[in-house]
């Protein structure tokens, strides 16, 4: 039996979490966030949660978390919870790139050096309890460093600072999310020693079924087993589903959800993310959302990003016209997604691999064009005159891209758009993919990188500081991706020269 604590051990326990009352420190008070954690108090009680993965999102979209007592959790609400700043200097494989301990970090501020704390404070509005864990709920979090300053390199204040330029211009920001993933049979998760690498060695899969019959009953009835537990945890959670459905590969999914309002919008794919991998790991199959695996007869994953603006006012659709296609303001905002693809194309595709999909698969864009309802184009009108859910699909994103990064450099490209009032010229719908002389989109990590790096507008709008810090991570993974001995190489020279 637990000793019983004395006063003052009651008292330091109470001020041990963080820093106290940082949230009022940093501007998070008032009456509307007292009543945001009473009724993530209530629900912690109701529902005898023990644990709360207080978590933020780093610069790769991946969630990082600290479990805490739920006991714990009005302090954790009040102090902040402590993080090492290396987290934002480690690549995908978890690599640190830069002199964490140096005085400041690496990161050119003494308040990020030593690896020493920043503090995450919770976002209540997106408490959740986890449908599939026992006793336990999630929370995600706003980033700050110590000295209080909100940190430049959280993707979540770069999604806030996209979302409060469209409010100056009384719109909102709204996105529906159409992503794929490809959900396996987990062989053998290789965890010996041996494979606990940087990055591991990857389980050995095996397919759920045949693929390649896109929509069938028959295949959405076998796999009826897998979808049902993640549809309830994509319910669960209060995100709203619309499908999960049977893709064009082995074991492909499809998930598509409703619209939402800026933040939310990519807060939810951070959560759709997590529990499709969490809930299908503890049926022991393993999902990805990896663009296209190293696997044989195994089809590309692609995410596509179904965006609009609404007027603050009456959330009327701001792009909707009642006799044409698209109202100015959808054709400027257009004109600047095209304008500024290449650079963009850094944050929808920021991996190497997701470049093996674009180009290269037929249901992917390989130009900078747009098309009133043709696939083939990089943006994809739906709808039309006097259509209330008129809307731009970007078909070119990756279902790795980081969602906040991904929706704010196409708010801030297309904000350009507007401010320039960017014609994009007529729409393409005779086979986007034969018009020669228009702009192709990059072929590499590499290519769209170095666009990047080139982007007065992106490095106006994101600022030197994230831009350079950006372009140094995805850097260091290229440069570790060049000095790899690939299959390729190895079966072409080896043995022939």
């Known amino acids: 039996m637990a000793p019983i604590p004395t006063d003052a051990e009651r008292a330091a326990a109470a001020g041990s979490l963080g820093r106290a009352d940082f949230a009022l420190r940093v501007g998070l008070g008032g009456a509307e966030r007292d009543e945001a954690l009473r009724h993530a108090l209530a629900l912690i009680s109701g529902d ?37 700043t290396a987290l934002f200097a480690m690549d995908s494989a978890n690599n640190i790139f830069q002199n964490v301990f140096a005085r400041d970090g690496g990161f050119g501020r003494d308040s990020m050096g030593g690896a020493g704390d920043m503090l995450a404070v919770p976002d209540l509005d997106t408490f959740r309890i986890v449908p599939w864990a026992r006793r336990t709920a999630t929370v995600l979090s706003d980033v700050y460093l110590s000295d209080g300053e909100p940190c430049p390199f959280d993707p979540r204040a770069v999604m806030r600072k996209a979302v409060a330029a469209l409010a100056r211009q009384n719109l909102s920001y709204v996105a529906g999310l159409e992503v794929e993933c490809h959900v396996f ?19 050995e899969v095996a397919a759920l079924r045949h693929g390649y019959q896109h929509l069938s009953e028959a295949v959405i009835d076998e796999l009826e087993p897998v979808i049902t537990p993640i549809r309830e945890a994509l319910n669960g959670l209060g995100l709203p589903l619309r499908t999960v459905e049977a893709e064009w590969g082995p074991g492909q999914l499809e998930i598509t959800l409703d619209p939402l309002s800026d933040l939310a919008a990519a807060d939810a794919m951070v959560l759709l993310r997590t529990a499709v991998k969490q809930v299908a790991r503890r ?16 089809f590309s994953s692609g995410w596509h990003l179904h965006q609009s603006l609404a007027q603050a006012e009456g959330g009327q659709n701001a792009f909707t016209a009642a006799d044409a296609l698209l109202s100015p303001t959808g054709l400027h905002y257009l004109g600047g997604l095209l304008r500024h693809v290449r650079a963009g194309t850094a944050f929808s595709n920021p991996t190497v691999n997701g470049y093996k999909r674009l180009n290269a ?29 008129t809307r731009i699909e970007n078909r070119s994103g ?12 196409q708010i801030f490209a297309g904000l350009d758009g507007l401010a320039g009032q960017i014609d994009p010229g007529e729409p393409l719908n005779d086979n986007p993919y034969g018009q020669e002389g228009m702009e192709l989109l990059p072929s590499s990590l590499m290519d769209s990188t170095d666009a990047l790096d080139r982007s007065a507008m992106f490095r106006a709008a994101l600022g030197d500081d994230f831009v350079n810090h950006y372009l140094a991570m995805k850097r260091h993974e290229i440069g570790r991706f060049l000095s790899h001995v690939t299959d390729w190489e190895h079966r072409e020279y080896f043995e022939a020269f």
């Open 185 to 203: 049979r987990l062989v053998d998760g290789r965890t010996g020693l041996p494979d606990c690498a940087q990055p591991a060695t990857p389980p």
């Open 48 to 84: 005898d949660i023990e644990v709360v993965r207080v978590g933020f999102v780093d610069t790769h979209g991946l969630v990082r978390s600290r479990p805490i007592e739920a006991r714990h959790f009005a302090q954790a609400a009040r102090n902040g919870v402590p993080f090492t």
């Open 361 to 389: 698969n037929p249901l992917a864009p390989k130009r900078a064009v747009w098309s009133h309802d043709n696939k083939a184009a990089l943006c994809r009108l739906v709808g039309g005159p006097g259509d209330n859910a």
């Open 398 to 409: 990756e279902p790795l891209a980081n969602p906040y990064l991904f929706m704010a450099t």
């Open 283 to 298: 049926q022991g199959l393993h999902a990805t959302f990896m663009t296209k695996p190293g696997l044989p007869n195994v």
